[in-house]
Structure formats: structure tokens, C-alpha cells
């Protein structure tokens, strides 16, 4: 049965942070809302009934996946770093 | 007029956006409930398929044929991954500190306990081979952080191929035993669903360490 | 409204937000993040398809989700890889 100050808290909250994470000005602070959405996501796989899915995607969809993303932001960074000088920072546009 | 377009372009993309947003959901909501029929199938040969999970007898027993394909994309996405011969830097260790090294003594074994129990209780409790491969790829990537760890390229290849390797092997044997493809016997069903998860365990791991290092073992260019 | 359809339409509207992110934002990472959120949509959808009216949940769905998970992260792993050989060749 819907709570709605449970699951409607919990789906504003992924849409905005879904949002955030898709507009933000700096790619560090859209993966840092990619993997608090990614956690959200869990909560709700466990609110519907499915908690082996809650768990690979806490495992998986957000942690594997912001730690690879993570990474591939400080390995776009060295190799600009290394080959053309450009902005020291990874900015969005 | 470029310029009015530019800056229409947000106001459109938004109004595109819902207008699909609400065209996929009244579709979505004129869908007929789920009658349960596909539920009550499953449901019922549970006991037969030899584990107490049903999320894991399906992928593992009724549906096995997706999970061997899905093994075998796992390892084809690393083997792509490699091909792409990135040439990144040697080493990528973080700089010691107390904070970490405290942190890989307590969480390294934590890890390893954890991703065991996960793949052993997936059999009657939510868990399984992903979920403990999943965990047991982030005890490998810290131990991988702070530079304790190099495998070789034989052992990293070994371990990524062993999973579909072993999917494969059982999913042949099986028409020996039982005369089908991936139709294991009835009384042994939930060994060989242990013995498959477990493969499958170790070669998540590995691939998704790897896939993160990106790097391929034993390439010495720099 | 129930639960059901509650999650189903944020599914629909993470899947609708990703879209956009995909075909409107420029840089690779931006994207692909888009790409992973319509996936989380995907899956919300299909989660909640396997909720009926006072039945037991349907693990079919749930199998597929998890397949689907697993097979976004190798995804969004090579996608990664892709990006930064399209940086290095630049």
C-alpha cells in the first residue's frame, strides 16, 4: 500500500536528484548525485518488494558504477594533463 | 533565426520531453495488470529446481540459458575493453595513509565474508552469484588501490573465463546426465546451481576489477 | 493510486529525463549518465510489473532486472573506455 510520506518523499527525491545529476555545471558533482541517486534507487527496489535487486543495484548501480565513472574523470583529466594544455578541471557545457 | 531556435531549444526539448513522458505513461497505465499467471508457474516448480530462492531459481534453473549469455557478455565487454589498448599510466595507487591502510585491514576481509555469505545464502535468502560477485569486486579494487595487489595476466584471464567456462562445461554435460540442454537431475539440481554461482562469483569479480583497471595485465608499454 | 503505478511513473519520467540528457547534453560522461538513468527507469518500470494485486511478487522481472544491471554496468564500462580512447586520439 502507498505511504506517501514515505514513497512520494522517495520519488521526488530520485527525480530531483536524477535532475541534478543530469544538469550539473561540474561532472565531479553530477557523478556525486549519480551515486546518491543510485542509493535512493536501492530504497525504492526494497519498498517494491525486491530486495535481491536492491541489493546488486547498491552494489552495482551505484557503487561499481560511480567508482568507474569517478575514475574515468581523473583519466580524462592526466591525459589532458599530459597532452594538450587545457582547462585543469573536467567542466560541463 | 539560428539564434531564436538556440534559444527556443531548451523550451521545446522540455515540451517534447513530457509530452513522450505523458504519451509512454498512459500507455503504460492502459497495460492490463499482472495477472500472476507467469508467477504461479514459477512459483510452483520451485521446490523442484533445488533452491528455496525464487529470483535465484529462475535465473539459475528456469531461465539459465540468459544467465550463461549474460556471463558471456561480462567477458566479452572485457575482452572489448582490452582490444581498446588504452595505454594508461602504470601506476594508479593511492598515497598511503593511516586512513586507508586502517580502512583495507578492517574492510578487505570484511568484504570477502561478506560476498561468501551473500553466494551461499543466495539459495534460500535474496543474495546470490552477482551480488557476491559485486561485493567481492570491491575488496579486490581496494586491495588493487593500494598497490597489494598485481595479479598477472595468466591469473586475471583464468579468473575472468573461469565462470563461463564452467557454465558452459555443465550446461554441455547435461544432456549426458538428463538428456537436456542446462536440465540438471532432480536430486543434485541445487549442487550444481552452487557450483555454477560460485564460478560465476570469482569471474564477476575479476572482470568487473578489470574492467575498472582497464589496463591490460602484463602489457609492459608505458 | 497505488504503489504499482506511483513507481511506474517515476520510472517513466527517470526514462524521459535520461532521453533528453542523451540527446542534449554534449559531453561524453554527461551522456552516459543519461543513459544509465533511462536504464534505472527501465527497470523501475519492469519491477513494478511484477506487482499484482495480493499475490506473491513475480521473480521473473526481478531475474530480468538483474540481468539488466549487470549487463548496463559492462556497458557503461566500455562506453567509458570508448570515450577515453575518442580523448587519447583526439
Not at chain 1, 551505484?62 to 592526466?78: C, E, F, K, S, Y
Not at chain 2, 523550451?11 to 492502459?30: D, K, P, S, Y
Not at chain 2, 549426458?176 to 552452487?194: C, E, F, R, V
Request: aromatic share 6%; glycine share 10%; with cysteine.
Amino acid at each position: 500500500m502507498i505511504e506517501w510520506w514515505v514513497d512520494g518523499l522517495l520519488g521526488v527525491m530520485m527525480l530531483w536528484l536524477a535532475w541534478q545529476a543530469l544538469s550539473a555545471a561540474d561532472l565531479l558533482r553530477a557523478v556525486a548525485m549519480f551515486v546518491t541517486f543510485g542509493l535512493l534507487v536501492a530504497i525504492a527496489w526494497i519498498r517494491l518488494g525486491a530486495p535481491d535487486v536492491a541489493i546488486a543495484e547498491a552494489a552495482i548501480g551505484a557503487g561499481l558504477t560511480g567508482a568507474l565513472l569517478l575514475i574515468t574523470i581523473r583519466r580524462m583529466d592526466d591525459q589532458r594533463g599530459s597532452g594538450t594544455q587545457e582547462k585543469p578541471r573536467a567542466k560541463a557545457d | 533565426m539560428p539564434r531564436l531556435i538556440e534559444r527556443c531549444l531548451p523550451v521545446l526539448a522540455g515540451a517534447g520531453a513530457i509530452a513522450l513522458g505523458a504519451l509512454i505513461a498512459a500507455a503504460l497505465l492502459r497495460t492490463p495488470e499482472n495477472d500472476g499467471a507467469m508467477a504461479r508457474a514459477a512459483l510452483e516448480a520451485l521446490p523442484d529446481s533445488g533452491v528455496g530462492n525464487p529470483v535465484t531459481a529462475v535465473l539459475l534453473n528456469f531461465r539459465a540459458f540468459d544467465t550463461l549469455l549474460e556471463v558471456a557478455v561480462l567477458l566479452l565487454t572485457l575482452v572489448a575493453v582490452w582490444a581498446l589498448d588504452l595505454r594508461l599510466p602504470r601506476t594508479e595507487a593511492l598515497p598511503a595513509s593511516p586512513v586507508f591502510s586502517s580502512l583495507l585491514r578492517i574492510s578487505g576481509p570484511l568484504l570477502v565474508v561478506i560476498a561468501g555469505y551473500l553466494l551461499w545464502v543466495g539459495a534460500s535468502e535474496p543474495g546470490g552469484a552477482f551480488q557476491a560477485g559485486a561485493v567481492l569486486a570491491g575488496g579486490c579494487l581496494l586491495l588493487r588501490l593500494a598497490g597489494r595487489w598485481n595479479p598477472g595476466a595468466g591469473f586475471v584471464r583464468w579468473a575472468a573465463s573461469v565462470g563461463l567456462l564452467v557454465f558452459l562445461l555443465t550446461a554441455i554435460a547435461m544432456p549426458a546426465l538428463t538428456g537436456g540442454l542446462l536440465q540438471y537431475p532432480h536430486a543434485s539440481a541445487g549442487m550444481w546451481i552452487l557450483l555454477i554461482e560460485t564460478a560465476a562469483t570469482v569471474s564477476i569479480a575479476a572482470i568487473l576489477t578489470a574492467l575498472f583497471v582497464a589496463r591490460e595485465p602484463g602489457e609492459t608499454r608505458p | 493510486m497505488t504503489v504499482t503505478d506511483f513507481y511506474a511513473l517515476v520510472g517513466v519520467a527517470l526514462f524521459v529525463m535520461g532521453l533528453s540528457a542523451l540527446i542534449l547534453r554534449k559531453r561524453d560522461l554527461q551522456r552516459i549518465l543519461g543513459l544509465n538513468i533511462m536504464g534505472t527507469g527501465v527497470f523501475m518500470v519492469l519491477v513494478t510489473s511484477a506487482l499484482g494485486q495480493g499475490q506473491p511478487a513475480d521473480p521473473v522481472p526481478h531475474a530480468m532486472v538483474l540481468t539488466g544491471i549487470v549487463v548496463a554496468v559492462s556497458a557503461t564500462a566500455f562506453a567509458l573506455a570508448l570515450s577515453l580512447a575518442r580523448e587519447r586520439h583526439k
